[in-house]
Structure formats: structure tokens, C-alpha cells
């Protein structure tokens, strides 16, 4: 059985309201009775003291002035009786109380010149009473005392009428208490159900969600973090998807460049097995399935190097070497391919240039970006060009063929990306995977390279690479 957290809240403030006020109205009822008890023997103190002192001089009048006391005191509701050093009352107004009995420790007292203050007295007389007993010494001589006796029925009729305000001060408090507490209970639960709400739009999928949130009070900054929480998982949502339309990409990439040499070398073979290819065209036919196999080599080995690339599998082991020396062998190696094109290779470096890393990788670099220069340049010029400072060392690789414009300069650098003109049968490049991991070899040089081009008027590659 579930137990709303409204009604939790509900409970808990009203029962530390309840508790509150019952503790702080017994308090205060009891300080009040006390006050008033106090205040009523320090009445009959002051009256007694006055009376005292009266009896104390020498006059014929004596029984008078009791008499006149007692019924200015009766008109307070105030008894008055004298007694003597046995107890005897020598003075009682109507004689209501022919003799007074005293403890022990009361008499002790008295006999000591002592005040008896009693606040409550139950069973002494008739009814329930506040009194004073105070000594009468005369030369220094105990010669009896007097009472003052006041009931406690008109006290206790005050302190049950002050109760009563009380009690309404109580609920009046409480009430309000209680409505303050429902309104800001059902905002608090009105704020954690939108965070609640949200929390299952999320779990459902749905991460364009947000809460109000606030730096008031712990509410929200739970919603502040959520709101934090949400945007993470959208973000990792966004990158989950553009992984998963990479991969998906990859594989129709893969399948469509396996594709054609798979079915190349199908092809052969099933001509040769029904004999439906002439004997002088086998030795052909081999050469191609060969090629075609090569290729498809080539294909598997540069996703292996790019993959360990991309995840630093692979050692740099940096040497400094003559940078004319580095475009002499890339220009040995691609003229042969440069010339079937009508291209020229050119080479303009500064002949103290160095440059400074990982020789087999660095001419991996230079030549996918050649034979890139080559693929898209007819009878033109590809110049290899550098020079190095205290700094780095700057190389250029430029070409005169077809440029591009500025969306595929941003778009080279993808896997498998191709310009339409590389999608035909050639023998450079094909696989679109060159300047990918040409880009991840100069990163791990901790280098740059930059793409400047422009269509019909050739492209501009600038490697940077600290010395």
C-alpha cells in the first residue's frame, strides 16, 4: 500500500505542529497558574503586613480594626483570622473557624518569625483555598499569628477561561499551520512529479525534455542535475546514431567495393569451369582474378591500418631526415603512374630542409596524397614543395587538376568518401581510405594538414610538422 508523499508531509508537519503546541500550551498554562497562584499570595502577604502592623500599636480599637478588615477583605473574597500561641482562634469573622490546626513544620516556622505561603490548600478547610499564615511577635515573643484564606475557586474559573483562549490561539495557529503546510507541501510534490514525469519521458525514449529548475532549495538542484543528466544522454544519443549511420555507411562501403572484384573473379572462374573463355584468353583471365585479389588485399590491409591507427596501436619511432630526400623517393615511386596520366612531378624544397619523424609513415603520407594529386589531374603538374624553420617544417603538395569545391574539402576526410570521379576503375586510391588515414598519421605526428582548393583551378595540400 503506497503512502502519498503528500499526505507523508501532511503528517509530519502536523504532527511536529501538535506536538509543539501541546508542549508550549502546557508550559505556558502551567507558568500562567503558577503567576497567578504567586500573585494571589503576595496579595495576602501584602494585606497581612498591613494588618500586622496595625495590631502592633497600642489601641483600644483593636477588635474594630479586625473587624473592618474583614470586611474590606471579605469584599475580595478574603478571610481573616487571628489565633493565639495554642492555636486558638481569637478572631474569625462570624466565627466560621473556632480553632486552626497546624503542622509541625508550620508551627516550626512561625516559631522561627517565618511566613507560611501556601498556593493550593485541599483539605484543611472546606474548600479548596490559597492562604498566608504569618507570626504576631510582641516584644520579641511569639503571641499567635493570623490567616489569610482566599478560595482558589474564582482562580481557578480565570485560569480555565485563560485555557480556553488558549486553546482557540492553538487551533486558530494550528489551521494555518496546516493550510501553510498543504500549499507548500502540493508545490514541493507538484515540482519532484514534473521531475518524475520527465524521468519516464526519458526512460521511454524521449530526451527533448526539460523541468524548471532553480538554486532555491535541494528540488532544484535535483532538477538542475536533471536537466544536466538529460542533456548528456542526448548527447551520447546523438553520437550513438551518427556511429550507427557510420557503420551502417561502412558496411554498404565495404560491400560495394568487395562487391565488383568479388564478382570479377566469379565471373572468371565460372568461365573457366564451363569452358566458355579461350585458351589464349586464360592467361589473361588469370591476371585479372590476380588483380582483383590484390585488391581486395589492399582493401582488408588499409582498414586493419586505419583501425589501428585510429584506436594508437601503432608506434611512432621520429628520425630526422633530409626532406629532399623524402620527395626524391616519392617522386621515383609514382612517375611511372604520374606519366600514364600525362602528369609531371616536380619537386621545389629548400635542400637543407629537415623534417622530423617516422620515416615509413611520413612516406605513407606523401604518397596517398600524390597518388590523390594524380587520380584527379590530367596533363597536368603535381609539385612537392617544403622548408623547415626553427619551428616546424611546412610541405606542400600541389596540384593542377580538378579542385573542389568547399562541401567535399570538408568531406575527404570521411572513410570510404570518394568524388564521383574516383567511383571508376582505377588503380589509385580506390578504396577511399587514403586521406583518412593520412589524417590520423599526421594527428599522431602531432601535426596539422589543410586543404586549400578550388574547383577547376587544382588543390593544395599543407602538412605541418614540428621539428
Do not use: C
Not at 486558638?88 to 473557624?97: H, I, L, M
Not at 515573643?141 to 484564606?149: H, M, N, R, V, Y
Not at 488558549?166 to 489551521?175: Q, S
Amino acid at each position: 500500500m503506497k503512502f502519498r508523499y503528500l499526505y507523508q508531509l501532511l503528517l509530519s508537519h502536523t504532527s511536529v505542529l501538535i506536538i509543539a503546541f501541546l508542549i508550549l500550551g502546557t508550559l505556558f498554562s502551567h507558568y500562567v497558574e503558577n503567576l497567578v497562584y504567586e500573585n494571589k499570595v503576595t496579595e495576602l502577604r501584602s494585606y497581612g503586613e498591613k494588618i500586622l502592623s496595625d495590631l502592633e500599636r497600642p489601641s483600644p480599637r483593636r477588635p474594630l480594626y479586625l473587624e473592618e478588615y474583614s470586611n474590606l477583605l471579605q469584599a475580595r473574597n478574603i478571610d481573616l483570622i487571628t489565633f493565639n500561641r495554642q492555636g486558638e482562634v481569637s478572631y474569625s469573622r462570624g466565627g466560621v473557624y473556632p480553632r486552626i490546626e497546624l503542622s509541625q513544620e508550620e508551627w516550626q516556622k512561625i516559631e522561627r518569625g517565618q511566613t507560611v505561603p501556601l498556593k493550593k490548600d485541599f483539605g484543611r478547610f472546606d474548600q479548596a483555598v490559597s492562604l498566608v499564615i504569618m507570626p504576631r511577635v510582641v516584644n520579641e515573643q511569639l503571641a499567635g499569628g493570623l490567616i489569610l484564606i482566599s478560595p482558589i475557586s474564582g482562580t481557578r474559573e480565570m485560569l480555565t477561561e485563560i485555557n480556553q483562549y488558549l486553546l482557540y490561539i492553538v487551533l486558530l495557529a494550528l489551521a494555518i499551520s496546516v493550510l501553510i503546510s498543504l500549499l507548500l507541501s502540493k508545490l514541493h510534490v507538484k515540482r519532484i512529479q514534473k521531475i518524475r514525469e520527465a524521468t519516464s519521458l526519458v526512460s521511454s525514449g524521449h530526451y527533448d525534455v526539460h523541468v524548471p529548475s532553480s538554486n532555491f532549495d535541494e528540488i532544484g538542484d535535483l532538477a538542475e542535475d536533471f536537466n544536466e543528466m538529460v542533456a548528456k544522454l542526448r548527447t551520447s544519443k546523438e553520437e550513438i546514431d551518427t556511429l550507427e549511420n557510420r557503420r551502417r555507411q561502412f558496411m554498404a562501403d565495404v560491400s560495394h567495393e568487395m562487391r565488383t572484384p568479388l564478382t570479377t573473379i566469379r565471373g572468371v572462374i565460372e568461365g573457366i569451369r564451363n569452358d566458355m573463355i579461350p585458351e589464349e584468353q586464360k592467361e589473361k583471365s588469370f591476371g585479372l582474378v590476380s588483380q582483383e585479389t590484390r585488391r581486395l588485399i589492399r582493401l582488408v590491409n588499409e582498414n586493419l591500418d586505419y583501425e589501428k591507427i585510429r584506436s594508437n596501436q601503432i608506434a611512432i619511432t621520429k628520425v630526422t631526415v633530409p626532406l629532399l630526400d623524402v620527395f626524391e623517393v616519392i617522386k621515383e615511386q609514382l612517375d611511372f603512374q604520374a606519366e600514364k596520366k600525362g602528369n609531371e612531378i616536380k619537386i621545389l624544397a629548400d635542400p637543407d630542409a629537415l623534417v622530423h619523424a617516422d620515416y615509413d609513415r611520413l612516406i605513407q603520407i606523401l604518397i596517398n596524397i600524390t597518388k590523390n594529386s594524380i587520380q584527379f589531374t590530367s596533363g597536368g603538374t603535381i609539385t612537392l614543395s617544403g622548408a623547415s624553420s626553427g619551428a616546424e617544417t611546412v610541405i606542400e603538395i600541389e596540384d593542377t587538376g580538378i579542385g573542389m569545391d568547399t562541401e567535399e574539402i570538408q568531406s575527404i576526410w570521411r572513410r570510404f568518401y570518394k568524388a564521383d570521379l574516383s567511383r571508376t576503375n582505377n588503380p589509385y586510391g580506390e578504396f577511399g581510405l587514403g586521406l583518412s588515414i593520412v589524417k590520423q598519421l599526421v594527428l599522431m605526428h602531432e601535426g596539422t594538414i589543410d586543404v586549400f582548393s578550388e574547383k577547376g583551378r587544382g588543390t593544395k595540400f599543407v602538412i605541418r610538422l614540428p621539428l
